[in-house]
């Protein structure tokens, strides 16, 4: 089955992921494929399936949350000490 942009656009985690990858590649259907081409540069992606673009927004996913994560451990954690230094009234 041949991949085309319409199949992106109908299917709403590979039309992110394209619309991610859009910022640093132009895009072009060729044959059974789409084809992502650097635009600095003469990198290319050949994407077959709409898994391919799943995969790519699942990394991205993966991605973001180790950055959160670290974030989150440069920050001082909140403490209840405010409520459990008073006494009750």
Do not use: W
């Not at 789409?34 to 709409?50: E, H």
């Not at 180790?66 to 001082?76: I, V």
């Amino acid at each position: 089955m041949a991949l085309s942009l319409r199949d992106v656009q109908r299917d709403p985690i590979a039309n992110r992921a394209l619309n991610e990858l859009m910022h640093h590649y132009t895009v072009a259907e060729e044959k059974s494929r789409l084809v992502l081409t650097k635009t600095a540069g003469d990198m290319k992606l050949f994407l077959y399936d709409l898994d391919d673009l799943h995969q790519l927004d699942f990394a991205h996913n993966q991605q973001m949350v180790r950055e959160t994560s670290d974030c989150a451990c440069d920050r001082p954690r909140a403490t209840s000490s405010g409520r459990a230094g008073r006494s009750a009234r």
